[in-house]
């Protein structure tokens, strides 16, 4: 058996009694959930169900100039700016160019007058490699949309709360650090060795609060501030890094190795307190038996991209933990003393900048992060930036 004896003939689109949309076809799209709408170049018109009712009806033979005369009847208005379409710049227009394009649209309900966002996806119908027609599908996302806005409002407050919050708590916490240090005085002059004890506890207790008011702060920060992206030599920020942790650096015996480095496009202060995190940990994590070298490298990818790599000859992290250590208040058994934000704030960072953070790493040998900063025409929309969650990127 054939498929000619067991589908019936195409016969021709009801309604429209023209050749060109075959009735099959024609069923196809009046089964489909979404607005679709197929034109082809001599003017026949299918739409179904779900887009007459967004549109109203639509002609089933569209006059002259049929693309031009169904990007009028659709009055689509651009998502962002709440204008009219122009007509070159149309979803319909574009397809019949031979492009695919999707976009968001705004567009009044023809009976109800309400105003809907559709995702509109237009493209070329293909006929021995000639350009018939357009076909449009809408999906509807008005409520995807306000959901979206809620969400947004939500984490907003959210963060409007934290960033609050760890930048006030920070005040009296300084108060209470300040009245342990008089006290410990008063202490060591009565030679009261159990009180100082008791105050020593209290006043490393506060300083770790104090430490993780301050990351909490980086991180709304991270989140709410806008990227300040400028073109600078990475150098400079490893160098300011390096600064940032004095003492730190020295005490740990460390030889740190920056080669000259290329230049990169990211937010300065970003950029420094990422790095700060890796080498902090790089030292904080050295091995106990052998001495902490760390090489720190940078090199331009595709793309304008800069690729860094801090790498240490630390204790390094097993396998089923390179990934969890990205999260917020992930710590390992045998983490010292820290609160798990290192690494949260690096991957927000990067994350922040369009780009992606990993590990590399062999247990007790040691460990290196790599993280890219996208170049400058990768600029798009960076509030949604992927996730690389510590994977390293394809
Ligand atoms: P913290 O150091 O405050 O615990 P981080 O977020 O900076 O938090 O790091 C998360 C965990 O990842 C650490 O607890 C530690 O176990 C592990 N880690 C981070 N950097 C290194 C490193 N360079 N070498 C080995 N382990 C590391």
Known sequence: MNDDETLPAPRPASGDGR??????LAAVIDALPQAVIVLDTIGDCR???????????????????PVDGLCTHLHMRCADRDVPIAPADHPCSRALRGEECSRDVIVREHRSGEELMLRCHAQPLHEDQRIVGVVVCNVDISDLRRSTAKLRRINQDLEQFAAIASHDLQEPLRIVRSYLGLLDFRQSIRGDEVARRHLAYAEESAARLQRMLANLLDIT???????????FNAGAAVAEALESLGQTVIESGATVSVPELPEVYADRSFLVILLRNLIANALKYRHPDRPCRIA???WKGANDE?????????????????????A????????????????DICRRIV??????IWVDSTLGVGSTFKFII?????????????????????
């Open 296 to 298: 720190i490298d940078a």
């Open 306 to 326: 800069t690729v860094f790599s801090v790498s240490d000859s630390g204790i390094g992290i097993a396998p089923e933990h390179r990934e969890i250590i990205f």
């Open 221 to 231: 920060r991270i989140s709410r501030q806008g990227l300040k992206r400028v073109r």
């Open 374 to 394: 996208p170049g400058a025409q990768e600029d798009g929309p960076l509030e949604h930036p992927p996730h690389s969650n510590g994977r390293p990127p394809p």
């Open 47 to 65: 739409s179904n169900e779900p887009a007459q009712r967004i549109f109203g009806p639509l002609p089933v033979a569209m006059p002259a100039s």
């Open 351 to 356: 994350e922040r900048h369009g780009g992606s």
């Open 328 to 343: 917020a208040f992930q710590r390992l058994p045998n983490a010292a003393p820290g609160n798990g934000l290192g690494l």
């Open 19 to 24: 050749s060109g949309i075959t009735a099959r």
